[in-house]
């Protein structure tokens, strides 16, 4: 599957910002869609995940309750919202997806098999 990540841009502290991730290729449906970012000098991380249904979500600590994922099956795209930016979130945000299947590890990185491109968001304080 392919993925095309978009909506980054540069916003004040405090500020909004809604990612897209669009998918082509083998059935958007049988995957589980994540968004993981790097800061500088630091490891990807996980941010957020959604099962193939938009059922079930997962987030990271530093998000919960600020960042919003879900999903369009029928528009094959998947968001993240994003609201009360801080300057600790600036990274590049990456999407990614992973075959459905057991959620236990749905934070790791490599449980997902493709990946976007990644798009930057940058918090100014």
């Known amino acids: 599957v392919q993925l095309q990540a978009s909506g980054g841009g540069l916003v004040q502290a405090g500020g909004s910002l809604r990612l897209s991730c669009a998918a082509s290729?083998?059935?958007?449906?049988?995957?589980?869609m994540g968004w993981f970012r790097q800061a500088p000098g630091k490891e990807r991380e996980f941010v957020a995940s959604?099962?193939?249904?938009?059922?079930?979500?997962y987030y990271a600590n530093s998000v919960k309750g600020r960042f919003t994922i879900s999903r369009e099956n029928a528009k094959n795209t998947v968001s993240l919202q994003m609201n009360s930016l801080n300057p600790e979130d600036t990274a590049v945000y990456y999407c990614?997806?992973?075959?459905?299947?057991?959620?236990?590890?749905?934070?790791?990185?490599?449980?997902?098999?493709?990946w976007g491109q990644g798009t930057l968001v940058t918090v100014s304080s």
């Open positions: 990614a997806a992973r075959p459905e299947g057991s959620y236990v590890r749905v934070r790791a990185r490599d449980e997902y098999d493709y």
């Open positions: 290729g083998r059935t958007f449906t049988t995957y589980g």
């Open positions: 959604v099962t193939w249904s938009g059922i079930n979500t």
